[in-house]
């Protein structure tokens, strides 16, 4: 079971380095064509079409890892932080000794990749200009809610006006709450106490 939570969390963490792969690719493509200038290597559309590693690469047995390999005494001291069972069996052992070590191979790969002029990443979102203008909040998207306040008394307070509509929520057309009440007084449900 402990295993397959693994291999979850490392197909999750290999979905996350692929998606920061491409948008540092993305970065630096439009990069390149807002500026002036040619990208290297021919066009743009060949470069993104041949990727210069895969994932897949990093697993195949001829690719050596560039850090000493794991050991059983590190193995079990990583167990034992992390509160997991040390392992029955020396087949169990020697898989979960492969498990991490490939995922070093991921960890070293994505450290390798040259970020220099590259942004860090501050939040999952569009950062365009035109999508930080539509998000900005200005003083003429708030007038409709400012028409609604009136400055009242000598300290100046802001009050809604008497006559500004009261918004409404909106409920779900066709639904009525109350239709699975068995017993129901007006607007209420009634509720039936047990007395002894």
Do not use: C, Y
């Amino acid at each position: 079971m402990r295993t397959v939570m693994a291999l979850r969390q490392w197909q999750e963490a290999s979905a996350f380095s692929r998606l920061l792969l491409a948008r540092k690719a993305n970065q630096s493509a439009s990069r390149w064509v807002s500026s002036a200038s040619k990208p290297p290597d021919g066009d743009l559309e060949a470069m993104l079409s041949t990727p210069s590693w895969s994932v897949k690469s990093l697993f195949q047995s001829g690719t050596a890892s560039q850090s000493s390999p794991i050991t059983q005494k590190q193995l079990h001291h990583l167990l034992r932080l992390s509160a997991l069972p040390i392992p029955t069996s020396a087949a169990h052992e020697e898989k979960l000794i492969a498990d991490l070590q490939s995922q070093l191979k991921l960890v070293q790969a994505i450290q390798s990749v040259n970020t220099s002029g590259v942004e860090p990443l501050q939040s999952i979102r569009d950062e365009t200009k035109q999508a930080e203008q539509e998000q900005e909040i200005t003083v003429a998207s708030m007038q409709e809610e400012f028409d609604k306040e009136e400055v009242v008394g000598r300290r100046g307070r802001i009050r809604r006006r008497k006559d500004a509509p009261i918004p409404v929520k909106k409920s779900r057309e066709g639904w009525d709450p109350l239709a699975q009440a068995p017993k129901k007084m007006g607007r209420f449900f009634v509720v039936d106490t047990a007395k002894d």
